[in-house]
Nanobody
Framework: QVQLVESGGGLVQAGDSLRLSCAAS????????MGWFRQAPGKEREFVAA????????NYGGSLEGRFTISRDNANDTVYLQMTSLKSEDTAVYYC???????????????????????WGQGTQVTVSS
């Protein structure tokens, strides 16, 4: 079991930056691949970013690369999502997710689909005012 707790959300203005954190417990973070998703009102939950267990591979949804950066600190069991140049359309609840290792050899794999993840946090609200 992995417990995930997001933090760092809030109300910001367009153009501002924000860093979300996801603290993991219950299993060593180095044993799980991580991802961030978001869900805006009335919309499907969408993929934002993913990082492999090893941290050497990352992937971003849509046109987010360049504005968003995912990183991980396995020593502190925390994953981060740095968001810059925020836009009103970034307003959503942001969720972090974890996928347990399936193999000794999937350390460099990242995952972009919701159904590929095993554990989810409760989410943190990000509101960007224009």
């Amino acid at each position: 079991q992995v417990q995930l707790v997001e933090s760092g959300g809030g109300l910001v203005q367009a153009g501002d930056s924000l860093r979300l954190s996801c603290a993991a417990s219950g299993r060593t973070l180095s044993r799980v691949a991580m991802g961030w998703f978001r869900q805006a009102p009335g919309k499907e939950r969408e993929f934002v970013a993913a990082i492999s267990r090893s941290g050497d591979n990352t992937n971003y949804g849509g046109s987010l690369e360049g504005r968003f950066t995912i990183s991980r600190d396995n020593a502190n069991d925390t994953v981060y999502l740095q968001m810059t140049s925020l836009k009103s359309e970034d307003t959503a609840v942001y969720y972090c997710a974890a996928r347990a290792a399936r193999s000794l050899y999937d350390g460099s794999a990242y995952y972009t689909a919701r159904e590929e993840y095993d554990y989810w946090g409760q989410g943190t609200q990000v509101t960007v005012s224009s």
